[in-house]
């Protein structure tokens, strides 16, 4: 079983920052790989950065050079930086684990972008 906890969204006005935060307890050493999704208004839920044990990185083509995903393996937690946030990124942003053939998700944090 793993728990992760997502923390840091907010409102925030375009062109603004923000820092998310999730934290994985429970079963951390099946962790190899963790994710940031978010799922917007009427839209479907969609990666946005992911990262693997190995060091390997993906962001999704709409917020590359914008966001920032990075983890601290001490403390069991991945983060994603935001930054030049627009209109379009308002939504809920959720924190996810692929474990054991099973893939473990975060309660979601809101972040509402404003023009």
């Known amino acids: 079983q793993v728990r992760l906890v997502e923390s840091g969204g907010g409102l925030v006005q375009a062109g603004g920052s923000l820092k998310l935060s999730c934290t994985a307890s429970g079963s951390v050493s099946e962790i190899n790989a963790m994710g940031w999704y978010r799922q917007g208004p009427g839209k479907p839920r969609e990666s946005v950065a992911l990262?693997?044990?190995?060091?390997?990185?993906n962001y999704a083509d709409s917020v590359k050079g914008r966001f920032t995903i990075s983890r601290d393996n001490a403390k069991n937690t991945i983060y994603l930086q935001m930054d030049s946030l627009k209109v379009e990124d308002t939504a809920v942003y959720y924190c996810?684990?692929?474990?054991?053939?099973?893939?473990?998700w975060g309660q979601g944090t809101q972040v509402t972008v404003s023009s």
């Open positions: 996810a684990a692929p474990v054991a053939g099973r893939s473990y």
């Open positions: 990262t693997s044990n190995s060091g390997f990185i």
